[in-house]
Nanobody
Framework: VQLQASGGGLVQAGDSTTLSCVASGLTFRNSGMAWFRQAPGKEREFVAT????????DYKDSVKGRFTIARDNAKNTVTLQMNSLTLEDTAVYFCAARAAGSYYISSQAKEYSYWGQGTQVTVSS
C-alpha cells in the first residue's frame, strides 16, 4: 500500500490551499481515511477523517468550518481543503488509511494501518 500526498507549501495567513493523497495497493472504498498533522516539537494530531463511502466525516475542533475532507473513490483520492489558514496550521500533514474493511471514521492514529510520507504546509503572516 502506498499513500502519496501532495499540495501545501508556503501560504499566507488567511489563504487557502488543498492537499491531495492518492492511494494505491488497497481497495480504497473499503478504508476509512484521515489527515493528521505534526507541528515542530509537537506530537502528531488528528485533523479530519472520512468514512469509506464519504457519508461520515469528523474534524478537530479548531479546524471545523475551515477545513473540508472529501474523497473520490473512482480516483483513489482523498483531499483536504483548508481555508482561512492561521499560523497554528503550520505542520507536516499526513494522510492515513485504515485496514481493508475498516470503513468507519476514527480520530485515533492507532486505528490507521498505512501512512503517507507527509507534506509540509507553512503559513506565514
Amino acid at each position: 500500500v502506498q499513500l502519496q500526498a501532495s499540495g501545501g507549501g508556503l501560504v499566507q495567513a488567511g489563504d487557502s490551499t488543498t492537499l491531495s493523497c492518492v492511494a494505491s495497493g488497497l481497495t480504497f472504498r473499503n478504508s476509512g481515511m484521515a489527515w493528521f498533522r505534526q507541528a515542530p516539537g509537537k506530537e502528531r494530531e488528528f485533523v479530519a477523517t472520512i468514512s469509506g463511502y464519504g457519508r461520515s466525516t469528523d474534524y478537530k475542533d479548531s479546524v471545523k468550518g475551515r477545513f473540508t475532507i472529501a474523497r473520490d473513490n473512482a480516483k483513489n483520492t482523498v483531499t483536504l481543503q483548508m481555508n482561512s489558514l492561521t499560523l497554528e496550521d503550520t505542520a507536516v500533514y499526513f494522510c492515513a488509511a485504515r485496514a481493508a474493511g475498516s470503513y468507519y471514521i476514527s480520530s485515533q492514529a492507532k486505528e490507521y494501518s498505512y501512512w503517507g510520507q507527509g507534506t509540509q504546509v507553512t503559513v506565514s503572516s
